[in-house]
Structures are given as C-alpha cells and as structure tokens.
T-cell receptor, first 111, second 112 residues
Framework: DVKVTQSSRYLVKRTGEKVFLECVQD?????MFWYRQDPGLGLRLIYF???????EKGDIPEGYSVSREKKERFSLILESASTNQTSMYLC??????????FGPGTRLTVL | AQKITQTQPGMFVQEKEAVTLDCTYD???????LFWYKQPSSGEMIFLIY??????QNATEGRYSLNFQKARKSANLVISASQLGDSAMYFC?????????????FGTGTRL
C-alpha cells in the first residue's frame, strides 16, 4: 500500500527557531506538495516540487523554504519560526494516475 | 482566479439518510479535475471520489457519488445511507495543470 510519512505528529518550537518538517514517500512519485491547514481556511499550498531539486512557490510561500535532494524526500523549512506559523502541516505526493496521497500531518505549535 | 467554494460550514444528517455537500468552482481552464476528501478527527486525508472535466458520467464510489454539473460549475458530493463513521470534515478540491505540475486547490471544508 502506498505511503507518505511525516517525521513528527506533534512539534513544539520557540519563536525564532529554525524548523524542519520532513516528508517521505515510498511510491517513486515525482510531484510532492506541502500544505498548511487552518480552521475556516481549508488547505493552502505552500510549495510544491515536480522533480529532484525542482520547486515552485504555492499560494503562501512567505516565511517558508523547501528542499528536495532525493526523489522520496521533501522537506519544509521554517527559517525563523513565528507564532503565526502555528498550524497543521500536510505533505502530499501525486500518483501518476492522478490521485494525491497525504501524510498524517504535523501539528506545529510555535511559542 | 481559480477558486473552490464550499458554502456550508456545518451539516447535520440522520443515520441512514442521504446528504448533499455543496461545492462550486471557478476556472477558465477546459481541463481540470475535481476531488473530494474526508478528514476524520484523527487528521488524515482520505480520498473519496474523483471527476474529470471531460467525464460524461457522474462518478460513483460505493455510497459516494459526485453530482457534476459542468455548466453550473458545481461538483456536489452525495453520501447515501449515512453512518456514524461519516462524521468528519469534507473537502472539495480542484486540480489544475500548470506548466510544470498539477496543483490541488481546496475549499474551506464542511463539517458533517
């Protein structure tokens, strides 16, 4: 069965810290995505990657960067965490036939 | 601008009854895809059903069906014979093709 895993389910960080959220897929998918989910706003696309070392900004990239050094791993980086980045972060990868598979999510709290 | 709208923040349904969750979309693209996902309280996103813009027939998957009305730009989810386990957030999403990849844009969700 296809799988997307995220490094942590829950994370608590302090303002100003550098934060890494890791996402790994075992399906050899080329396309991977990072979303954040906030109540009343749905899921909003932060960044996506269409191949190794290739990335594009989504709708809300400010304050974030990404890294994709290997096909199976897509990392989201908060260079200097702020309280308004407290959110649920969801990683997804896209199956060649079109479906998107999501990871379990990381609930990040920035104090 | 590409947009997905879910106007029902919350819905109630009795067990064994059917319920319709509304979704409208806005795009000028001819080729797009529409998805519905379920998110239980545990947080994972579960794929329910997909409709392509060129598909003539409405998609069905078990108790889920998608009422696709292209001219009205609506893609409502119908859940028949509701069960307790159907209690969750439901998200409608639209896939659009960019030059490099296809992106999913989500609505704000409906809590059933």
């Amino acid at each position: 069965d296809v799988k997307v895993t995220q490094s942590s389910r829950y994370l608590v960080k302090r303002t100003g810290e550098k934060v890494f959220l890791e996402c790994v897929q075992d399906m050899d998918h080329e396309n991977m995505f990072w979303y954040r989910q906030d109540p009343g706003l749905g899921l909003r696309l932060i960044y996506f990657s269409y191949d190794v070392k290739m990335k594009e900004k989504g709708d809300i990239p400010e304050g974030y960067s990404v890294s994709r050094e290997k096909k199976e791993r897509f990392s989201l980086i908060l260079e200097s965490a702020s309280t308004n980045q407290t959110s649920m972060y969801l990683c997804a990868s896209r199956h060649p036939q079109g479906n998107y598979v999501f990871g379990p999510g990381t609930r990040l709290t920035v104090l | 601008a590409q947009k997905i709208t879910q106007t029902q923040p919350g819905m109630f349904v009795q067990e064994k009854e059917a319920v319709t969750l509304d979704c409208t979309y806005d795009t000028s693209d001819q080729s797009y895809g529409l998805f519905w996902y379920k998110q239980p309280s545990s947080g994972e996103m579960i794929f329910l059903i997909y409709q392509g813009s060129y598909d003539e027939q409405n998609a069905t998957e078990g108790r889920y069906s998608l009422n696709f009305q292209k001219a009205r730009k609506s893609a409502n989810l119908v859940i028949s014979a509701s069960q307790l386990g159907d209690s969750a957030m439901y998200f409608c999403a639209m896939r659009l093709y960019t030059g490099t990849a296809s992106k999913l844009t989500f609505g704000t969700g409906t809590r059933l």
